[in-house]
Every structure is written in C-alpha cells, then in structure tokens.
C-alpha cells in the first residue's frame, strides 16, 4: 500500500495545475498523480483553440465575457461561477506563463487574441494550433523540478475506495479514501490511501467512437464517482464539435478547430452550397451546438455522411502561420487546401455534465474533489463556451488548492482491505471486449447522438442492458485489464447519459429532442 496526502487522478491541466501549486506551497506534503497512459497523454494535450480570457480593456470587458459565457449555456450556467471564472482568468493565465507557458505574440508585441465562435471579441490566448501541448509540456516541466510530486505514468483506476468497502465506517457520511489502481506494466493491483482524493480524469468522447478526444477519454472519473455514490449531473450536454476530419474509417477524428472558422472559412455542401447563411444569420460563426445541428440536418436532408470545410479563398502563408498543425494533417491525407475543401464530420468534444461540484471543487462525497472535464462547475451550463475548458480548469485547480492551503489534511486511520481478485480467470475472450465496445460506440451514435428522440432512447436503454449485464459477468469473472475496465466506465457513463437524456423535457443549448419541440 502507498499512503500520500494528496492523489490526483489525471495528468491534464486541471491535475498537473493543482499539483504544482500545492507542492509549491507545502513542500512537506506528499502528491501521487497517477495516469493510465503516458504522463503528457490527455485532452489537454489535444486542445487546439487556447484559453478565453479577458486582456483588451479597450474593446473587451468581464461582462462581454460573461454575457457570451451565459448566452451559449442557454439559460442554465451558474451566474456566481460563470463571475468567478472569467474575473480569475487573466491571473491564472499570468501563472501559467510564470512557469513557462509560451503564446504567440502580435506584432506589437502583445498577446495575439483569437476570436472563436460565440464570442463577441478577440480573447483566445493561443500557441499556434497546439496550445494545450503547450500548456501541458509547462506544467509538466514544472511538476519534475518538484520532490513531492510523485508521477506514476501507466498506471490505471479502477476504483474510488469509499465507505461500502470499510466495514468500521459504514453508516457515517460517505468519505473517499483513495483508490485501488492497476499497475499496467507489472499487472499487479495494490491501494493508494490518500487524504484527499482529486479527480482530473477528463471526457467521455470515446463512448460514441466519432470523436475528437484522445483514445484514453472513457470516463472513468464520472463512472468511478457515480459507482461511488457521488451526484452526478448534466450528462445529456455533450458537445459535438461541428468540425472534425472526416475519417471514413470512423475512428478518433482529428479536430479542425473552430478557429479556422473564426479565421473565415465557410461550410458548405458537396454542391457547394454554404448552407449555414440558411439557418443563422451568425453564419459559421454560430455557437458549435447550432453548427453541429445544422450539419446533422443538412445530413438528414441529403444522406450524406460528411460535409466540407472550405478555405480555399484564405490567404495561404498566414493560414499556415497560425495553423501549422491543422495545414501540416491536411497535407499528409493529401488535401491540399488551396485548392480543396477539408471534408469535416461532427464529433463528440466535449462534457459539460459531470460529477457536481461547489465553488472549490467538491463533491458529495467527503475528501473527494474534481476538476476539468470530468467534473459539473454550472460554468458551462447547456452548452460550453468556445476556449472556456482550458480557463475553468485552471480556475478550479486554483480553488482546489487555495481550501487545501486553510484544511489541513487528515490522515484517517482505517484499515483498506487488498483488492480480492479470487476466483477470477485471465479474459481470453478478449474478442469479447471488443465487440461489446464497438456495439456501444454504435448505439451512442446511432440513437443519442446530436440530435434525439424519446422512442430512440428508449430503445438504447433497452440495448445498453444487454451490453451492460454481459460485461458485468466478464468483470466478476475476469482478472482485470484496462480495456475490461473502461469498457466497464463507458457502459456506465452510456447509461447516465441515456437516462439523463430521457429527464429533459425540454432543448437547451446542446441538448435536442424532437419530441421536447
């Protein structure tokens, strides 16, 4: 067993950020952050666009940032968070250069600002196309030069280790007291007991197999806190990204960011048409949930399966300036885009539910925090603001640790049973896994993609059942391996967003039912 004041489930900017600010302060205490895949694999090492944040005080203002924050959640943000994280930003970001963080410049030697859609001015901080690589090498960096910060890449969660599993402590308030975790190299299961538990574990997206997170985005964070209890809400909101890179193959999609719109590039059918005019005076600068419902319509209308991304009109030589990445992916699928329009598909993106939180991150659950993608602020409401991630997570890494700076931790004394593997065989159906996978990512596409229906969820909850119950049997039966695992979290999280969906009675924002019409 491996006993630590803080563990941080995650290695994105919402872990690393509370990590190095904690291990900062209090160079006594001890921080485990544990990852499944490499250290620097996570969505934030995926996010093109950059961070929203208010630095022109000639064009731009707080309340410009927050009135287009609010008006992109539809009516349901939380007014006193959406306050809270945009009137923090422009601190959190000057921290995020004091550890290294590089923006480009504009030719007067301030930050550039990118405009993205919803926006009403030019506030995206940004590294060329890749700023969340960025932002992660910085912390990451910074985390290395730190002695009580403990990484431990490869290693995998299976479990939150609450009061069901401490026969002396059932009864009292649900509290969490660390994790059991795999270590993926070794095979071997051993239990992290921790003061405090964050969890920073990011998205969902490959629930629906189209989509522009990485391979590792299977919700194991919400489904770890919703096996334990925790509240969890908001799961209907998930957020297409009207412009991902039509792969037909279907599998994780490269993003073409939202950027290149605001850059002016314009959709448009494979007749040509730029049909965005037809729906939204905003044309494609329309919020990404209005975007992405459009492209399903146009889908509808016509049968076809991808619709195309033309900048053929755009000056070139900038064009590669500011997105070097984007030209660079093009060209290698060999779409020259001078002269060709960028096939796109919409995407699963991005969360906006989650595991709730307070203003400082924490859960229902005692000692249990989360941060980033995985958790619920009420900052982005039915539908998240362009570029507001990468600022919430910092903001609320920042929050996290400013209660952990005023509570010390307590060390509980309690004794953690081993993890109890008897009985279990090694899965050499693992043919098994893959199938029950690739029939679920189907299912979400298919029945609870952007646009729903009450008889096609329905219909999903019935099939998500079968999958569900002949999981579980693989489970109980099988010694555990991670695609076991997060096939396990996906089923999980399918069935939160399954059931969360048929609760809406009415469409807001990213949410759309045609029978709540």
């Not at 009403?120 to 060329?128: D, G, I, N």
Request: proline share 2%; hydrophobic share 35%.
């Amino acid at each position: 067993m491996v006993s630590t004041n803080y563990l941080v489930i995650g290695s994105g900017i919402a872990g690393l950020t509370f990590s190095v600010k904690i291990a900062e302060r209090f160079p006594e205490r001890k921080v485990v952050i544990v990852t499944k895949a490499n250290e620097d694999e996570s969505n934030t090492k995926y996010a093109q666009g950059g961070v929203a944040v208010v630095l022109d005080d000639q064009k731009d203002s707080f309340e410009k940032h927050i009135q287009d924050t609010l008006v992109a959640g539809d009516g349901l943000c939380d007014e006193e968070v959406v306050d809270m994280v945009v009137k923090e930003g422009p601190q959190r970001l000057k921290e995020l250069m004091y550890w290294g963080a590089n923006f480009d410049l504009a030719k007067s030697g301030q930050l550039d600002l990118g405009k993205e859609g919803g926006h009403s001015e030019h506030r995206v901080v940004h590294y060329k196309d890749i700023t969340g690589r960025e932002i992660e090498r910085a912390l990451l960096e910074r985390a290395h030069q730190l002695n009580n910060i403990q990484i431990l890449p490869h290693h995998f969660a299976i479990d939150l280790i609450t009061n069901h599993h401490l026969a002396e402590v059932r009864g009292l308030k649900n509290a969490c007291y660390g994790a059991y975790i795999l270590d993926q190299k070794q095979g071997r299961i051993f239990t992290i007991k921790a003061d405090e538990t964050l969890l920073a574990s990011g998205g969902i997206g490959r629930v629906y197999g189209h989509t522009t997170n990485p391979v590792i985005a299977t919700g194991d964070g919400v489904a770890m806190a919703y096996r334990a209890k925790a509240l969890v809400k908001d799961m209907e909101f998930v957020q297409f990204h009207p412009t991902a890179l039509y792969e037909p193959e279907g599998e994780s999609s490269f993003l073409i960011s939202e950027a290149v719109r605001g850059f002016g590039a314009y959709l448009r059918n494979k007749e040509g048409h730029r049909f965005m005019l037809d729906y939204d005076e905003r044309a494609e600068l329309a919020s990404r949930d209005i975007v992405s419902q459009c492209i399903d319509n146009e889908f509808k209308k016509t049968g076809d399966t991808h619709v195309f991304l033309d900048c053929t009109h755009l000056d070139l030589e900038a064009f590669k300036v500011h997105f070097p990445n984007i030209y660079n992916k093009c060209k290698e699928k060999h779409i020259d885009i001078a002269t060709q329009w960028i096939p796109v598909v919409p995407a699963s993106h991005y969360l906006c539910g989650g595991v709730e939180v307070n203003k400082v991150g924490k859960t229902s659950i005692n000692n249990l925090f989360a941060c980033g993608e995985c958790s619920k602020t009420g900052l982005h409401g039915a539908n998240r603001l362009a570029s507001n991630s990468l600022l919430e997570a910092l903001v609320y890494a920042h929050s996290i640790f400013e209660y952990h700076s005023k509570h010390k931790p307590e060390s509980k004394q309690v004794a953690i049973p081993d993890w109890n593997d008897e009985g279990t065989v090694i899965p050499k159906e693992h043919i098994l896994i893959q199938h029950n996978l690739k029939e679920l990512q189907a299912l979400m596409r298919n029945y609870v993609g952007i646009v729903r229906s009450n008889s096609r969820l329905k219909k999903a909850r019935k099939r998500l059942d079968l999958i569900y119950n002949e999981v579980e049997d693989l489970y109980r039966e099988s010694k555990i391996t991670t695609s076991l695992c997060e096939l396990r979290n996906m089923v999980n999280v399918a069935h939160l967003i399954i059931n969360q969906s048929l609760l809406r009675k009415e469409n807001r924002g990213g949410y759309y039912n045609i029978d709540n019409v």
